[in-house]
């Protein structure tokens, strides 16, 4: 069962949130799925949720790759450090695309429910590299503009 989870893990990471195909988000994605990721607020419940973080990523982000770095298993749980690079092609907090390249690490837990698909994700992003290398984010703290 563990190695199904890791499975999983790597496939909703390269399905849906690196190639944007939503066609299996209910295959992979229970639906009392909650995403505590910090960034994800306000999310419904479900496979809804990661349809709209797929779509944003996909509306602001080009190129968008998530390389799994390590990955430790056990019982119903999945962490993974990864890295996920990618071009700003889109807007993104306001601001037009600048069409920098970004390569930031993130660490990610899923947790899966009896039926093998995900339940709960959280997240630790490094959302302050993201905007320095995308140029959103100034030397002296500001915002770019």
């Known amino acids: 069962m563990v190695e199904d989870h890791r499975l999983a893990a ?3 990471l390269e399905e849906l949130y690196e190639r ?3 066609k299996r988000v209910d295959d992979l994605v229970h639906p009392d799925f909650y995403d505590d990721e910090p960034g994800h607020p306000d999310l419904p419940r479900g496979p809804e949720a990661v349809r709209r973080v797929v779509e944003s990523l996909h509306r602001s982000f080009g190129d968008l790759r998530f390389a799994v770095e390590d990955e430790i298993a056990e019982g119903a ?4 450090r ?3 690079s990618g071009r700003q092609s889109g807007p993104m907090l306001g601001h037009e695309p600048t069409g920098a390249g970004f390569s930031v690490r993130h660490i990610y837990i ?3 429910a009896d039926d093998g698909r995900i339940l709960r994700h959280w997240g630790a ?3 302050m590299r993201l905007l ?3 140029g959103l984010r100034g030397e002296d703290g500001g ?3």
Do not use: P, S, Y
């Not at 749980?77 to 993974?80: G, S």
């Open 10 to 12: 790597r496939r909703a």
């Open 20 to 22: 944007g195909d939503l």
């Open 77 to 80: 749980k999945v962490v993974q």
């Open 82 to 84: 990864v890295t996920m």
């Open 110 to 112: 899923w947790e899966f």
């Open 125 to 127: 992003r490094d959302d």
């Open 132 to 134: 320095e290398q995308t």
């Open 143 to 145: 915002g770019a503009g």
